[in-house]
Antibody, heavy 119, light 115 residues
Framework: QVQLVQSGAEVKKPGASAKVSCKASGYTFSSYDINWVRQATGQGLEWMGWMDTNTGNTGYAQKFQGRVTMTRDTSISTAYMELSSLRSEDTAVYYC????????????WGQGTLLTVSS | QAVLTQPSSLSASPGASASLTCTLRSGINVGTYTIYWYQQKPGSPPQYLLRYKSDSDKQQGSGVPSRFSGSKGASANAGILLISGLQSEDEADYYCMIWHNSAWVFGGGTKLTVL
């Protein structure tokens, strides 16, 4: 079955970077986009950006431009989201989700990765 | 003003119907957008429910019961998620989403209580 399995929880200091992985299985990885969405505790959903896993093309939310980088390794069907210059407000659960190119998130989601930014 | 506005909470009784609204900011015409709806329960990722643009352009998520349906209220410039025959398991947070200005935008979410 289709699965997106994310890396485990991380604790980072302010100013550091964090890289979250999202390993896909059960489908052809390069046929679907991967989007990243985050959710602070008790808050709503916030879209961060998308990646065309076939071409590597990306699009980022304006809020994260310059701080986020989305990449992939097609040989191991894994997508990555790296967020730099971390601050306490980046403490959240980060989700990856797959979707057909240029469509909404109609597919599976990863289980989420808790990133805690604390000194 | 936010692009998408959802009431923060809604309560309804088991067996009743609940209408969850997602109001688009003034100047953004709901008729031109596909609205996606998601359900999220505590400790779990969101789950796709359905998308709705028009009666001829809509999609139900895989395995999503037909008692979840989408529509639009043109006069209110809003997308609507209707849940009929409410069950206790429908108690959750519900989010709407659209593609606007080259970005996916979520509403703030509605916490639905079934009591």
């Amino acid at each position: 079955q289709v699965q997106l399995v994310q890396s485990g929880a991380e604790v980072k200091k302010p100013g550091a970077s964090a890289k979250v992985s999202c390993k896909a299985s059960g489908y052809t990885f390069s046929s679907y986009d991967i989007n990243w969405v985050r959710q602070a505790t008790g808050q709503g959903l916030e879209w961060m950006g998308w990646m065309d896993t076939n071409t590597g093309n990306t699009g980022y939310a304006q809020k994260f431009q310059g701080r986020v980088t989305m990449t992939r390794d097609t040989s191991i069907s894994t997508a990555y989201m790296e967020l730099s210059s971390l601050r306490s407000e980046d403490t959240a659960v980060y989700y990856c989700t797959k979707n057909p190119p240029h469509e909404g998130f109609t597919g599976e989601w990863g289980q989420g990765t808790l990133l805690t930014v604390s000194s | 003003q936010a692009v998408l506005t959802q009431p923060s909470s809604l309560s309804a009784s088991p067996g009743a119907s609940a209408s969850l609204t997602c109001t688009l900011r003034s100047g953004i015409n709901v008729g031109t957008y596909t609205i996606y709806w998601y359900q999220q329960k505590p400790g779990s990722p969101p789950q796709y429910l359905l998308r709705y643009k028009s009666d001829s352009d809509k999609q139900q998520g895989s395995g999503v019961p037909s008692r979840f349906s989408g529509s639009k209220g043109a006069s209110a410039n809003a997308g609507i998620l209707l849940i009929s025959g409410l069950q206790s398991e429908d108690e959750a947070d519900y989010y709407c989403m659209i593609w606007h200005n080259s970005a996916w935008v979520f509403g703030g979410g509605t916490k639905l209580t079934v009591l």
